[in-house]
């Protein structure tokens, strides 16, 4: 009888909903919704965001490169809560789901998927340093401590925020955008529903590809990889074009995520990237091998430079000084971030002295009404226990003294703000360039040994980018909200649970990570690893430079001052001399020193077929393009995201792996039957 009641009146509140138009900011709806904040889309919202923090350690280890889960959870939310709200009672999670609890959802998705900055950069290349222990299991409390002071500072801070960025600037936020509009298509009609549904089936069955192909291919290597190369070498007795595989890495594998990665990224990147790898490890690095400049392809060795530590620095100088030169050149932006964060600091520390700020604890000039703002209470007493806390942490757990950890949590909250303007405005969030700013600042400050230096540049980093991405990713799901007219409390609530999720999966992946690859951790040349570990590579080797005299080949040091320059000349090019309708055509640096960086040249060969894949598409059906292009993306970084896990725990029970030879070469023949 309940359950017929309830669905009697859902019925009605479905009828009357299709004769309500959703405006800018949803307030019609707002009466239909009298929850925002529900444990079901809390939860769901959660779980979904933990598929993608499995997507985006996979891909931070491999390039450094993640994705946000806010279209991913915004479809596959709706998609799960939708037809379950229809047929469950209210007491088992059944009742209307509308687009402001679908906000909700999406909101907890995107804080539990996007906690890996760390643990794909700044963490990783503390062991590589030996600055943590051997065996991560024994830095759990420290990693569980550290990781809950980024995702709680994040969240406490982003709230003041949201007034300077989202209302007054009222920046677009392109991504967050087109997740509100999204949210409101999938709620304003029938056809709404219908066309998300079909969103969801595509995203459903590109993730099955992804997972059970790569599933396969743990222990069937003709599904992970070909080495094409090598058999034609092999064939045509060429001895060049085998050591192209063997010594370059020039074969092709079946890498869904970046497959994926190709089909949403700008042609300029994806081949400017190709570009960069294809420079110095297709030309410039075989060329220079051959006339005994360099001694292999890969690695790091004390008998001679490789092709990979000699083009390391110039990468590394592409990507900081071409960042920095877009900040730069972008100065109207830059001074408004530093501006306005700094105003916006004064006003926070204002009112957490004023006490009658903490009794009324809500702010007069938020066109959101009060009961549905977030109370300085709340906040207000989070962002000090937080601060508290992280001093806490970094003193005890890794030896920083407590003022330089305010130094950096100062140094952590300013950068955030020229992190959300640019962000804000171009949807490019330069933690790249946040977090080697703060090491620069921390080389020089002194300590007890150049190992305590080096922990205490690393953690600085791992501060300030960590609460840029956490700050960038909580305002932008606070800016869905503004667009659907959502309670920034009820998004706050939703946070909350979505950094509890975040916390454990982020802590628990990484170590699974670290046990079944312990080429992640470890600096032994004779690991063999299957993530090229970019980031982190770039990470540990500006550590060293900045605070030891690390040994660079001359030629190296001559090209990186050359490609210092290009970083520096082509987005000034870019930005005033070429007009904006070719800018989609122009050289991304930044991906061109990716490349250089990059010790997978599958990887970039994945992204150009993906995005080729993509052209085509878009010419011959743009309506399907534009429907189902992100929908096939994500289910492709999400299906081997899960199944790479799937593997981890695999190479760590002991499994074979391979139960088959065919198509293993030579090279690899003790690692097949």
């Known amino acids: 009888m309940a359950s017929e009641e309830n669905r009697d009146n859902y019925e009605a509140l479905e009828m009357k909903r299709t004769e309500v138009q959703v405006d800018d900011t949803g307030s019609e709806l707002s009466a239909l919704e009298e929850f925002q904040f529900t444990w079901r889309s809390a939860i769901i919202g959660s779980l979904l965001g933990c598929f993608v923090a499995a997507s985006n350690m996979y891909l931070g280890l491999k390039i450094g490169w993640s994705f946000g889960a806010s279209l991913f959870g915004a479809i596959f939310s709706f998609a799960i809560i939708k037809p379950l709200s229809r047929v469950l009672p209210i007491w088992a999670g059944g009742g209307y789901f509308g687009p402001k609890e679908n906000c909700s959802a999406q909101t907890a998705a995107t804080t539990a998927g996007g906690l890996s900055a760390g643990f794909v950069s700044g963490i990783p290349a503390m062991y590589k340093l030996g600055l943590l222990s051997a065996d991560p299991m024994n830095d759990l409390a420290a990693l569980i401590m550290w990781t809950l002071s980024a995702a709680f500072y994040g969240l406490f801070f982003a709230i003041p925020l949201r007034k300077h960025f989202v209302i007054k600037q009222d920046l677009v936020f392109p991504t967050p955008r087109a997740a509100a509009e999204t949210i409101k298509s999938l709620h304003s009609t029938v056809e709404g529903e219908k066309g998300a549904m079909k969103k969801a089936y595509w995203m459903l069955i590109a993730f099955g590809i992804s997972f059970v192909w790569t599933l396969l291919a743990f222990f069937v290597p003709v599904f992970d990889t070909i080495h094409w190369l090598y058999f034609i070498g092999t064939a045509v007795g060429n001895a060049n074009i085998v050591a192209a595989d063997q010594v370059w890495r020039w074969w092709f594998t079946f890498d869904f995520p970046f497959f994926g990665a190709g089909l949403m990224t700008p042609g300029a990147t994806v081949l400017s990237m190709f570009a960069g790898q294809f420079i110095g490890f297709g030309i410039a690095g075989p060329l220079m091998m051959a006339n005994g400049a360099l001694i292999s392809g890969f690695g790091f060795t004390a008998n001679g430079p490789t092709g990979q530590s000699w083009f390391l620095w110039p990468g590394i100088a592409l990507m900081v000084f071409s960042s920095f030169t877009e900040l730069f050149i972008r100065y109207d932006v830059l001074w408004l971030a530093i501006k306005g964060g700094c105003i916006e600091l004064v006003n926070i ?31 207000g007493t989070g962002l000090l226990a937080s601060v508290i806390f992280t001093c806490f942490v970094m003193g005890f757990m890794f030896g920083m003294p407590v003022y330089q950890s305010l130094i950096a949590i ?66 932008g799901d606070l800016k869905t909200g503004h667009l659907l007219g959502a309670s920034p409390r009820s998004q706050f609530l939703a946070q909350m649970v979505g950094s509890v999720f975040a916390v454990i999966i982020s802590v628990a992946l990484f170590i699974l990570y670290a046990k079944a690859y312990p080429c992640i951790i470890s600096n032994d040349p004779n690991l063999k690893c299957a993530f090229g570990l970019t980031a982190v590579t770039a990470w540990q080797k500006v550590t060293e430079i900045l605070t030891t005299n690390l040994d660079v080949p001359q030629g190296s040091i001559y090209f990186t001052i050359v490609c210092a320059i290009l970083g520096v000349i082509g987005p000034v090019v870019r930005h005033f001399f070429v007009p904006e309708k070719y800018h989609e055509y122009y050289p991304n640096f930044n991906a061109i020193g990716i490349g250089f960086i990059n010790t997978l040249p599958e990887i970039p060969l994945a992204m150009v077929i993906g995005w080729v894949a993509s052209a085509i598409w878009r010419k011959s059906s743009p309506n399907s393009w534009t429907n189902y292009m992100y929908s096939i993306a994500g289910g492709l970084i999400a299906g081997q995201g899960i199944s790479a896990v799937i593997q981890a725990v695999l190479n760590l029970s002991g499994k074979a792996g391979y139960v088959t030879g065919f198509s293993c070469y030579e090279q690899l023949i003790s690692e097949c039957p």
Do not use: H
């Open 349 to 379: 520390f204002r009112r957490l002295l004023n006490k009658d700020a903490w009794a009324d604890a809500e702010d007069d000039d938020d066109p959101v009404p009060k009961y549905e703002q977030v109370p300085l209470l709340w906040w």
């Open 410 to 475: 100062i140094l952590s909250f300013m950068l955030s703000f020229i992190g959300l303007q640019a962000s804000g405005q171009t949807d490019i969030n330069p933690l790249g360039s946040i977090g080697k700013v703060t090491q620069l600042v921390f080389a020089k400050i002194p300590a007890e040994s150049v190992k305590a230096v080096q922990k205490n540049n690393l953690m600085a980093g791992n501060m300030a980018a960590s609460a840029a991405a956490q700050s960038v990713d909580m305002v």
